[in-house]
């Protein structure tokens, strides 16, 4: 019979065994397709962290004129055909380029192994039966805007077993940038769609969606660092089914379900933000929220919805540390509030001016509901109602940052008592870039 050192040194063995084995399983799993090493393991195609576009190999140009598209240039390891504006594109080469413009019918289809780009440079494009971009490559796919452009798709799809959620679907990544403007019109599922992640660098122009269902949907995260976005939706306005991430841009979003939307931390720390809901909440996260800096408008719909909600049913918190803020109706309950928040009384459809600092932020309150303002800074706010605005318009005309005011009478504020103020809780929540 073994005696109690042998036995004791046999288990110990055993122990560091697993241990190695398991720690080998967690390292190929931390490899997860956000990662940016990852894109392309297999054939090289690696998006570093601050790549928005790449050297191409070559490009080839595709110009629509109603109902037929002319190709220009070639390459061996690409096939493009065209039938009746109906274009598809069949491709093994990395780094490719497809320049398009014109105007016309047809849709834009890509199969593929390896990441390419789009550049899209006075493009209109409208689809009868399906989406007018419809990405198969799982590998990223760089936008590049130029010019003017804009895509529509159809009020109902023809079958297909291929995954079509949105007028601009991609089964890939998405890293949109450029000077240019877009604009989507969804008429039967989503605007811009990816089952991957959407990355809006901070030369984005301007981009306008107006959807019969979601404006901006992707599975794996979505990261707004700049751009002006307008988009009205029917259902969520902006959905991440993954962390949503918003570090600068101008971003406008009206929907009648949650305007902004995260199934796990949503975390603001710089840009400009109004989400307005007239039906639900108007920013959401799943997870924790964390307002770390910024200017926040957040608007939602009557109780029991919320300006700014986190799942406190799963244990999660609303974290607000920092940012310019304004809130119509509450915020999540049992809020940390390291910054304090303020509340008073609020009128429909009234000009305010909540000045922090040397500051101004003006704000129309809307027609549907303004019982309650909730207002933060980085000092304590002043504010005022019934004013005269004036200043650079943002927010499509529902505000003006920094502003001017004249009128108005001053407000009463009181401290806001809906959260707790121990300034306790984690400091951010994925603030980078997938893969970071």
């Keep these: 019979m073994k005696n109690f050192t042998e036995i004791n040194r046999a288990l110990v063995a055993k122990k560091k065994y697993w241990m190695l084995v398991l720690l080998a399983i ?17 054939t090289g195609d690696t998006t570093a962290p ?6 191409t190999v070559d490009t080839i140009a595709i110009v629509w004129n109603g109902a037929s598209a002319t190709i220009t240039g070639s390459h061996d390891s690409v ?12 491709s093994t080469v990395k780094d490719i380029t497809y320049l398009l413009s014109g105007s016309g019918q047809g849709r834009l289809t890509i199969y593929g192994s390896r990441r390419h780009q789009l550049i899209l440079n006075g493009l209109t494009l409208t689809c009868s039966d399906g989406p007018a971009i419809n990405n198969q490559c799982k590998k990223s796919c760089f936008v590049v805007l130029q010019g003017t452009n804009s895509l529509t798709d159809g009020s109902s799809y023809t079958a297909s ?4 959620k949105g007028t601009f679907f991609s089964e890939g990544q998405v890293i949109m940038s450029g000077g240019g403007s877009l604009t989507i019109k969804g008429n039967y599922k989503n605007g811009l769609c990816s089952d991957d992640y959407i990355l809006f660098a901070q030369s984005t122009g301007k981009l306008t969606i107006t959807s019969v269902n979601k404006g901006i949907e992707a599975n794996d995260g979505i990261y707004f660092e700049g751009g002006t976005f307008v988009i009205n939706a029917s259902a969520e306005g902006i959905e991440s089914d993954s962390i949503l991430v918003v570090s600068g841009g101008e971003i406008y979003v009206k929907s009648v379900d949650d305007a902004i939307n995260a199934g796990d931390d949503l975390t603001i720390s710089g840009g400009m933000v109004c989400a307005y809901s007239t039906g639900n909440d108007g920013i ?9 800096g910024g200017l926040v408008y957040a608007i939602g719909a009557r109780s029991p919805e919320v300006a700014i909600d986190a799942n406190s049913e799963e244990q999660k918190q609303l974290y607000i540390t920092g940012g310019t803020i304004v809130a119509i109706s509450s915020l999540e309950r049992g809020a940390s509030l390291t910054q304090t928040c303020y509340q008073a009384s609020g009128s429909t459809n009234t000009w305010y001016a909540m000045t922090v600092g040397e500051t101004t932020f003006a704000f129309k309150t809307p027609s549907s509901n303004a019982s309650t303002i909730i207002v933060s800074g980085a000092s304590q706010p002043t504010l005022y109602k019934d004013v005269t605005p004036s200043g650079t318009s943002i927010f499509e005309g529902m505000g ?15 401290t806001y008592s809906g959260g707790n103020s121990d300034g306790g ?8 870039r997938p893969g970071w």
């Excluded at 077993?161 to 079509?164: G, H």
């Excluded at 959401?284 to 770390?292: K, L, R, S, T």
């Excluded at 001017?404 to 009463?412: A, F, M, Q």
């Excluded at 809780?425 to 980078?432: K, R, V």
């Design 284 to 292: 959401d996260a799943n997870g924790n929220c964390y307002i770390q």
């Design 400 to 414: 003006y940052y920094p502003a001017s005011y004249s009128g108005g009478s001053s407000v009463t504020l009181s």
């Design 425 to 432: 809780g984690p400091g951010g929540g994925g603030g980078g």
């Design 161 to 164: 077993d291929e995954d079509r």
């Design 50 to 55: 601050g790549d928005t576009t790449i050297s």
């Design 79 to 90: 096939s493009v055909e065209s039938t009746n504006g109906y274009v598809t594109i069949n």
């Design 26 to 42: 967690g390292m190929i799993a931390c490899t997860d397709k956000n990662s940016p090493e990852d894109t392309s393991a297999d």
